[in-house]
């Protein structure tokens, strides 16, 4: 891999990186906000509403922002591939559209109906949005997403200190949802224009087969996966009620939000695995893989020895049963940072065909652990099915990734972290409570051995140099 191809890579991870940092800050203050604003029955109300439309939100999006920056990596004409794209993804939000106004009549929708037709109108938007994220990567250009993301994020924080001031509806609260999306979509609109010329609406119909058989598997595992972490909100609702549903959904929530590693590593390594072939990509994905396994050990360590203040000071005494639902999932994170590379590999390398039957597997699993656990266990039965599911999510992804791309099959270092954690894990949620002294020592004394082993050193040496680098090629 050559130097401008390090430095590109380096430059989409920074500011991707930014971005999520932004969203992890804003979802941070949105998450507390709403919590302390509705309590754990109103906000198990507003993640109800907004689940129903991430679920479907995959069969809208079918991928095509992963989709497009695949073949941009390719193309001969870009600017064509975009204006097909572009306008594939308009024809899907057309046709989704009247499914989309159903669900407002829906029986035992009716008293949402006035924030599911809030949220419909935010999903458009949302829509364009990522498809404009996934040109600015190409494009090399995030730090235009970064500036728009953040101004609609603050807009959107503030607005709802404003809501929690004035005691507000929930109603006021899905409107500054939808106005925050608009803000992002003018901004990002205008700068897409000026990178890839004006948008025209151009599609042959042997190009839209093409990208919808492209976009399917993709599209059917986003579906299974999204569904898999989310079905615990419906058992949930039906076995326990909407204020379980809102304890539950704050630290999962908190949990996923956490995820800007991977999200911004892999996202900037894409276009490259997309032009490599398996062979040449194994060293890039080997690098990246240890990279991601060292940042999630330390947030899950992190999460297990602090569970207790932490969900106090984000949430409040009144998520206090929550405790140990964070304890269950915190492992979560190893398998979370793991899987989205995996899932980016697969895409990069056309095998995209098996992320369905990863999706499938962990929605099974899931569902079944769901509808035994929690009627008996509650929010620990929900944690453990959310838990199983993402494992089994990592464990068949990796293994239908080739062969080359197996960097730790032989690596027992790997495998014995994942062991010494979930057994912690395990004794931290049957009761073990070690002082707080004892909790400080072992956290510190983990982070040591993590961050400063020959692998996980070395690799962060190479990021140095490489900023340093891009920084005096600037000056």
Request: positive net charge; proline residues 4%; hydrophobic residues 55%.
């Given at each position: 891999m050559d130097s401008h191809t390090k430095q590109g890579i380096l430059h989409n991870t920074v500011f991707i990186f930014l971005t999520k940092l932004v969203d992890i800050a804003a979802g941070f203050a949105t998450v507390v906000l709403l919590a302390r604003f509705l309590n754990p029955g109103g906000f198990g109300t507003y993640s109800f509403v907004i689940t129903i439309f991430l679920v479907a939100q995959p069969l809208v999006n079918l991928e095509l922002d992963k989709l497009v920056i695949r073949e941009l990596s390719t193309a001969v004409s870009p600017g064509k591939i975009i204006n097909q794209v572009y306008t594939f993804k308009s024809l899907l939000i057309v046709l989704f559209l009247p499914l989309g106004l159903a669900v407002l009549f829906w029986p035992g929708f009716s008293h949402l109906a006035r924030a599911l037709f809030l949220c419909l109108a935010a999903e458009v938007l949302i829509q364009y949005n990522l498809l404009h994220s996934g040109l600015f990567i190409y494009f090399h250009k995030t730090l235009y997403d970064t500036r728009a993301n953040a101004c609609a994020k603050m807009f959107y924080i503030v607005y709802l200190?404003?809501?929690?001031?004035?005691?507000?509806?929930?109603?006021?609260?899905?409107?500054?949802?939808?106005?925050?999306?608009?803000?992002?979509?003018?901004?990002?609109?205008?700068?897409?224009?000026?990178?890839?010329?004006?948008?025209?609406?151009?599609?042959?119909?042997?190009?839209?087969?093409?990208?919808f058989k492209e976009a399917l598997p993709l599209?059917?595992?986003?579906?299974?996966?999204?569904?898999?972490?989310?079905?615990?909100?419906?058992?949930?609702?039906?076995?326990?009620?909407?204020?379980?549903?809102?304890?539950?959904?704050?630290?999962?929530?908190?949990?996923?939000?956490?995820?800007?590693?991977?999200?911004?590593?892999t996202q900037a390594i894409f276009p490259?695995?997309?032009?490599?072939?398996?062979?040449?990509?194994?060293?890039?994905?080997?690098?990246?893989?240890?990279?991601?396994?060292?940042?999630?050990?330390?947030?899950?360590?992190?999460?297990?020895?602090?569970?207790?203040?932490?969900?106090?000071?984000?949430?409040?005494?009144?998520?206090?049963?929550?405790?140990?639902?964070?304890?269950?999932?915190?492992?979560?994170?190893?398998?979370?940072?793991?899987?989205?590379?995996?899932?980016?590999?697969?895409?990069?390398?056309?095998?995209?065909?098996?992320?369905?039957?990863?999706?499938?597997?962990?929605?099974v699993c899931n569902t079944l652990l769901d509808y035994l656990l929690i009627p008996t266990l509650g929010l620990s039965g929900a944690a453990i099915g959310t838990l199983s599911g993402y494992c089994l999510l990592f464990v068949i992804s990796f293994w239908c990734l080739p062969r080359a791309l197996h960097p730790l099959a032989r690596d027992?270092?790997?495998?014995?972290?994942?062991?010494?954690?979930?057994?912690?894990?395990?004794?931290?949620?049957?009761?073990?409570?070690?002082s707080w002294p004892l909790r400080v020592a072992i956290t510190a004394g983990y982070m040591a051995v993590l961050f400063f082993t020959s692998r996980t050193a070395q690799l962060l040496?190479?990021?140095?140099?490489?900023?340093?680098?891009?920084?005096?090629?600037?000056?």
């Open positions: 200190a404003g809501c929690w001031f004035f005691h507000l509806s929930l109603d006021a609260v899905f409107l500054g949802y939808l106005m925050s999306h608009a803000i992002r979509f003018a901004i990002t609109r205008r700068r897409v224009q000026a990178l890839a010329g004006p948008l025209r609406f151009s599609l042959s119909k042997q190009k839209a087969l093409y990208l599209t059917m595992a986003a579906f299974f996966i999204g569904l898999t972490f989310r079905i615990d909100i419906f058992f949930l609702k039906l076995f326990a009620g909407m204020p379980a549903v809102g304890l539950f959904q704050s630290v999962h929530r908190y949990i996923l939000i956490i995820q800007i590693v991977p999200v911004a590593v490259s695995l997309s032009r490599m072939s398996a062979e040449h990509s194994s060293r890039l994905y080997g690098r990246v893989f240890f990279l991601l396994n060292a940042c999630a050990s330390a947030v899950v360590m992190i999460n297990l020895m602090f569970h207790e203040p932490l969900v106090l000071l984000l949430f409040g005494p009144a998520y206090s049963p929550a405790y140990q639902a964070l304890i269950i999932l915190a492992p979560v994170s190893i398998f979370l940072f793991l899987d989205y590379l995996n899932t980016l590999a697969l895409t990069a390398l056309k095998r995209q065909r098996f992320l369905v039957i990863s999706g499938s597997a962990a929605l027992k270092r790997f495998w014995l972290n994942a062991l010494l954690l979930l057994l912690l894990m395990l004794a931290l949620a049957m009761g073990y409570n070690p040496s190479e990021l140095r140099l490489l900023w340093r680098a891009r920084r005096e090629d600037r000056s």
